[in-house]
Every structure is written in structure tokens, then in C-alpha cells.
């Protein structure tokens, strides 16, 4: 692309501000600049443009929702549902949706938050551990069990290095696939790009619901297609506690016919920033922490629980056909007013101390509503759930580490050994299992002596 195109592409945008220091670059900048501008959907700019109000953004108003149904836990260990979900995994109808795309800003990590050390011992990374689990189903159903890894520009090529570096971890190559999400623009409140440098527009991950398009781009669908993949467990980089692709989840899913179906816990309290599980209409919803009235998240029903109660923490099961109409339907955009750095007018990058553009993403749990036929189910969150989030306090490092002991020594504990605690239930001595060692409870058992003591750190690898 040449300037004159670039610059008439941006006018008909009315976007040709992002040229203002044209004349400051050097060749190499100018190459850049082009070559992004060619890149970017100037079209999608106007269209996520109309989106701002002159308030700026107004969120969607969800007056009209109702809780949704849950099932209960049990049907997660049933039996039929068991046997069904097995049957699937070994037969190799099960595919793995891992979504690493996102940019970790609130734990401040350099590079992908997959690659942060987390398990209590080996300091295993998170894209380790979750590597790991594949590799045990794998093995235990003897069936290749794809996963497929959403990444962004901003972390795919680190991402993939660090996957060949391990060795994959074990898993075969023929067995992983990277696909790149798309990114998009923030705007200022006028609907004008941003420069983060003279050289280069600010982008930024088009957010989760990014994985229709990119994996429809990538050609990861018919690949599933090609594999006899029918059902896609979906899950997020930064729960080390996920039982990927558990059985009875899959089961239920496949016996009910869904066409998309949510683990959902209780919420802590009212403020806790869990996306709820609703009703609008006689079809199902997620609706955003931040998108709920303050009366909405302190509502309280029968028995004075909270009305809405389940949120979601991004544990899925789609059907692969379900997701491939999906992918024709455009997914609506949630719009966040961040912090955006950008340049002032000598050029130089400014990081604003306070929210100055509009960034837009979209939502994997906006294809619900579409789905004739949705599971909820609600499960324990302290087996399965404990996020790296944040650098210090809730949903970090440390608290994720804490959970993950608790897990094993529940599971030790449950095959009559002792484990020493504190005053607060942690462990007293570090533990830690692989789960190729030992992928469930059952599998612990005959491998761990009962009456057997924990007297110092614990590494069954
Ligand atoms: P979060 O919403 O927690 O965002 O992502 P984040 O980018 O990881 O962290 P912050 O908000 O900047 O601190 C939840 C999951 O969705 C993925 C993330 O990688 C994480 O697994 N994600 C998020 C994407 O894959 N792409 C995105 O554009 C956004």
C-alpha cells in the first residue's frame, strides 16, 4: 500500500490522523505504518465507531432476565453420563479449546500468562500443567484428543516457541494447533484511532469471542471436521484447577443434545466478578458482572439466597456444528473504557493515569443465546476452579498455589493418608501431583499407601 492509498482508505474513514507524523518517520516506520493500515478493517472501525454514544458507551440494559436453570452436581458424576462421556474420549469425538489470547495486564507477567510458573514444587507453568492433563487422557483413552490454542498476535510466536521448547510437553505435534485471534482498534470517545507510537495504531485482542472467526480462518474447524471431533471442551489459561474434558461433563453435555452447556458456581458474594447464568426469553444468557444493576447483583430469592447466584468461570462444552453456524452470525461487542497509551502531540508515548479510549471485545458465552438446547450445571469450585488473575490478593498466584494443595491433599486424604494442616486447612508441607501420575482420585488409589503420613513436601511425579 502507498501513502496516497493509505491516505485515501483513512479519509473515507474519516481517520486520517493516524498519517499526523508522516513526516517524522523514518523508512523503516513508514513500511510499518502502511503495512498496518492495510491490515486494519477500516469499515469494522466506522461500525465499532457508531457503537459509542455521545455518552461515550452506554452498557446494554438486561431488565428483562430471569435466573437460569441449573442442574445440580450429582449429574455430573452419574453414571450414564460417565460411561457417555468416556465413550466420546475414546472414540476421539472430544477436542480441547484452550483460549491463551488474552494479554494478562492485571498480573503484569512478561509474556504469555501460560508461561508462569505456578505448581507449589516444580514450578510447573500453566501451560504445562494443562499440557500434562491432555497427555494423561491421551493415554488413559488411548485417543489423540486434539487441543487447539488461541493466542494473539502479541503472543503467538512466543507461545509457540515455548510449546516446541518442552517438547510439546509430551503431546504429539500432530496433536496441537495454534491459531491467532484478530485484534481491534481502541477508539477515543469521537470514534478517532489512537497512536501508541508515531508508527503504529494501538490494537488489542478482539477478546475470547474471538475464536469463531479465527478458528473458521485457521482452518481449525474443518481439521476437527477431518478428525471426527464432535464436542469441544473450552477452557481458560490461567485456572490450573480445570478438569479438562471431565467425563461426566462431556456425558451430560452429549445425553442432553446440547448445543452448549456451562459449569456455573455460586458466587461468593454479590460483588464478585463473575459473569451470571440468565434467561431472557426462554433462552439462555451470560450476562457480564459489570452489565448488571447494583440492585440486579444484590437481588435475593427464596431463602434469602442471591437471585442470581451461578456464574459462569468459562468452563464449556460446545457441539463443533453448533459453533461452525455461529461463526456466520456476528457475536455483539462489549465495550470497556481503559487506559489506552498513546502519543501526545511531539510524539511522544503517554501511559494516561486514567481512562481515555474505548476498547471493544467480544464474548464466547454471547453464542448461548443462539443455542436451541444449553446444560447448565452447577459445580464445586474448590475441585476446579481458582484463577491467576491478579499479581498479590484474590485469584493470584498465591492463592491459585494454596487451592491446587488443597485438591491433593483432599484427594491423598481420601485414600487414608494424613496430611498435616494449619490452622486455615493449608497443608502444612508443600504437595504436588502430575497428573500423569495420577489424572484422578481413583487412579491414586494403589499408588499411595494408606496410613501413610505427609512429613515434608510431597512430589508424586
Ligand atoms: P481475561 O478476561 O481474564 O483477560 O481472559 P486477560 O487478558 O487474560 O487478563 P487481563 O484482563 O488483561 O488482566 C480470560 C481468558 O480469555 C483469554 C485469556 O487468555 C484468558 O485465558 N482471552 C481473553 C483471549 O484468549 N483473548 C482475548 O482477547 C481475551
Known amino acids: 500500500m502507498t501513502y496516497d492509498e493509505a491516505l485515501a482508505r483513512l479519509k473515507a474513514h474519516g481517520q486520517e490522523g493516524a498519517l499526523r507524523f508522516w513526516n517524522k518517520l523514518d523508512a523503516e516506520g513508514r513500511r510499518r505504518l502502511l503495512a ?12 465499532l465507531a457508531r457503537l459509542l454514544t455521545p455518552r461515550g458507551s452506554a452498557g446494554p440494559a438486561h431488565a428483562d432476565i430471569a435466573p437460569a ?54 514450578g510447573a507453568t500453566l501451560f504445562e500443567i494443562h499440557a500434562r492433563k491432555i497427555l494423561a487422557l491421551q493415554r488413559a483413552y488411548g485417543a489423540d484428543l486434539p487441543l487447539y490454542v488461541m493466542t494473539s498476535r502479541a503472543n503467538d510466536a512466543a507461545t509457540r516457541d515455548f510449546f516446541e521448547r518442552h517438547g510439546r510437553f509430551g503431546l504429539p505435534a500432530g496433536a496441537v494447533r495454534f491459531f491467532v485471534q484478530g485484534m481491534w482498534p481502541a477508539l477515543t470517545a469521537d470514534g478517532q484511532l489512537l497512536l501508541d507510537a508515531p508508527d503504529h495504531v494501538f490494537e488489542s485482542p478482539d477478546g475470547h469471542g474471538g475464536i469463531l472467526d479465527a478458528l473458521e480462518a485457521d482452518g481449525s474447524f474443518d481439521d476437527m471436521s477431518r478428525r471426527g471431533v464432535e464436542f469441544l471442551f473450552y477452557f481458560q489459561v490461567d485456572n490450573p484447577l480445570v478438569e479438562i474434558a471431565d467425563p461426566g461433563f462431556i456425558g451430560l453435555h452429549r445425553r442432553r443434545e446440547a448445543d452448549a452447556s456451562v459449569k456455573v ?25 459489570s452489565e448488571l444493576t447494583d440492585a440486579q447483583k444484590e ?42 497509551p498513546y502519543c501526545d502531540a511531539g510524539g511522544q508515548t503517554v501511559a494516561p493515569d486514567r481512562p481515555n479510549a474505548f476498547k471493544f471485545e467480544k464474548f464466547i458465552f454471547d453464542v448461548l443465546p443462539d443455542a436451541e438446547r444449553v446444560v447448565n450445571v452447577e459445580f464445586a469450585r474448590e475441585e476446579e ?34 496430611v498435616p494442616r494449619d490452622a486455615q486447612g493449608l497443608p502444612r508441607h508443600r504437595i504436588e501431583i502430575d497428573p500423569c501420575f495420577a489424572p484422578g482420585p481413583a487412579d491414586l488409589r494403589g499408588k499411595v499407601k494408606p496410613g501413610m503420613r505427609v512429613e515434608g513436601d510431597l512430589l508424586l511425579a
Do not use: W
Not at 87 to 97: E, I, K
Not at 314 to 338: G, T
Open 36 to 47: 498496518q493500515i492495510g491490515r486494519i478493517d477500516l469499515d469494522n472501525v466506522s461500525r
Open 385 to 418: 476452579f481458582s484463577p491467576v488473575k491478579n499479581a498479590r490478593g484474590d485469584d493470584s498466584p498465591d492463592t491459585a498455589r494454596r487451592d491446587m494443595m488443597r485438591k491433593q491433599a483432599r484427594r491423598l486424604e481420601q485414600c487414608g493418608v494424613t
Open 299 to 340: 437481588a435475593t430469592g427464596s431463602g434469602g439466597r442471591l437471585l442470581f447466584l451461578y456464574g459462569s468461570v468459562a468452563i464449556h462444552v460446545f457441539s463443533l456444528d453448533f459453533l461452525r453456524q455461529e461463526c456466520a452470525r456476528r457475536l455483539p461487542v462489549h465495550i470497556a473504557h481503559k487506559k489506552v
Open 265 to 289: 458456581c455460586a458466587k461468593k458474594h454479590p460483588a464478585e466478578g463473575l459473569g451470571v447464568a440468565v434467561e431472557r426469553g426462554g433462552r439462555n444468557a451470560i450476562v457480564e458482572y
Open 69 to 122: 436453570t441449573v442442574l445440580p452436581g450429582l449429574e455430573l458424576a452419574d453414571a450414564a453420563n460417565v460411561r457417555a462421556g468416556r465413550d466420546a474420549l475414546r472414540a476421539g469425538r472430544v477436542g480441547v479449546l484452550l483460549v491463551a489470547g488474552g494479554q494478562g495486564s492485571r498480573l503484569g507477567f512478561e509474556g504469555p500468562k501460560g508461561m508462569f510458573p505456578l505448581a507449589p514444587i516444580t
